[in-house]
């Protein structure tokens, strides 16, 4: 997708291009990276960068992140990340740049390649995210080996605040970008029911304003099938509009293409407010939790094709967005341990989550459960 490969060095040098020669600086660009960026990306235990935008000069850079790279800090404190690209790949990163400078996305996330690494097969997973620092506009970077459905889901450390019904939905999208599946949440978060979403346009439900967004938003995952998150006002039962956070990923080609989505409500009045180093630290901490749960949903979205559309299973629409996350691991023939430790919640819980989808569904057993997935999702018989 529009973002870097980084091109690590055996001995921890960077490339002369990269050396710290002020002909490299982008105009504007700040001299330095603010303290609490800096305090911030040192004291997190995922790799992660901080980047000037839309240069993509490396503001910050922790330890786990260079470790993973197979550089160091030093070598990668104050470079291009366009200067650490195969030529290829360049302008597409300067895009994406842009589009976050711009205010166009406010994330997105891509499957690279290391350009000479150590192991040719460890493909990485990259999570770049725009936030305001000081009036400033800046990039934070997550580089991450790839787990295959989840992306960055289970690399990331335990997180408390992961959205619980009511602030995270899930759905998906047809290939007339009608809404074909959508999680229960969506009741208390818009205050539709999944019958009533179900069928319904989605362009029919997104502010006039907001369309350029979404539509670019598209363009950006579809070139790499990979997650976007952009900032959306939907329609809501209240005839008033309502703010959410979408995660958005193509999970099928076509014009237009499948889309998965999921769209998370956060509160407002949970922001620390005021002014003071204190409050920017505490508002940095913050977005640091919202990432970790976008990079949640960004590992929820790829797993939903596996379920029925509720047109073919009216009855997942009663399930809440945590339901579809163990149901579709557990068509994934995951235990109930690795579902627990793949959510970062206890086997009661996981059991406690299954006996609700038994009830839900009318099944009472693992083997009815995926029967009726599977009898949903199987394609009607010719001449039907």
């Known amino acids: ?6 091109t690590p060095t055996s001995h921890g040098d960077a490339p002369e291009s990269t050396t710290s ?3 490299h600086w982008v105009p504007g660009t700040p001299a330095r990276s603010p303290d609490a960026v800096k305090a911030l990306v040192g004291s997190s235990d995922v790799p992660l960068a901080a980047m000037d935008l839309p240069s993509g000069r490396f503001l910050a850079v922790n330890p786990a992140l ?4 197979g550089s160091t800090v030093g070598a990668l ?13 360049r302008h597409g990163a300067q895009l994406g740049f842009q589009s ?3 205010g166009d996305l406010t994330g997105y996330q891509a499957i690279r390649r290391l350009a000479n690494p150590t192991d040719p097969d460890q493909v990485f997973s990259v999570w770049v995210s725009a936030i305001d620092v000081d009036g400033a506009r800046v990039g934070l970077a997550s580089v991450i080996p790839s787990a295959p459905h989840d992306n960055q889901f289970r690399a990331l450390p335990p997180v408390s605040n992961v959205p619980e019904p009511g602030n995270l939905a899930l759905g998906t999208v047809d290939g007339n970008w009608r809404i074909d599946r959508i999680s229960q949440d969506v009741t208390p978060m818009l205050g539709l029911t999944p019958e009533q979403c179900t069928g319904q346009p989605v362009l029919g439900v997104i502010h006039p304003a907001d369309m350029p967004a979404f539509l670019a938003g598209v363009e950006h995952a579809r070139r790499g099938e990979r997650a976007v998150r952009l900032t959306l006002r939907l329609s809501a039962r209240s005839r008033e509009w309502t703010e959410v956070t979408v995660v958005l990923a193509t999970i099928a080609p076509g014009d237009p293409p499948l889309l998965a989505f999921a769209l998370i409500r956060y509160d407002a009045a949970a922001d620390p407010p005021g002014p003071g180093d204190s409050t920017r630290e505490m508002r940095l901490e913050a977005h ?3 990432i970790a749960d976008e990079l949640h949903a960004a590992g929820l979205i790829p797993r939903l094709q596996q379920l029925p559309a ?9 399930l809440t967005s945590r339901e579809w996350a163990i149901l579709t691991r557990l068509l994934d023939g995951q235990r109930v341990s690795a579902i627990a430790a793949g ?5 009661s819980t996981v059991r406690n989550h299954l006996s609700s989808i038994y009830a839900k569904l009318g099944v009472h057993s693992q083997v009815d459960l995926i029967r009726l997935i599977r009898r949903g999702t199987k394609p009607p018989a010719a001449g039907r």
């Open 288 to 290: 640091m939790l919202r």
């Open 21 to 23: 020669d002020s002909s």
């Open 1 to 6: 997708m529009l973002m870097f490969m980084t």
């Open 77 to 89: 404190t104050g470079s291009s990340s366009l200067d650490w690209l195969s030529p290829d790949d």
């Open 310 to 318: 509720l047109a073919n299973e009216p009855r997942l629409g009663k």
């Open 343 to 347: 959510l970062y919640v206890s086997q």
């Open 100 to 102: 976050l400078a711009d």
């Open 66 to 69: 260079a470790s993973a790279l």
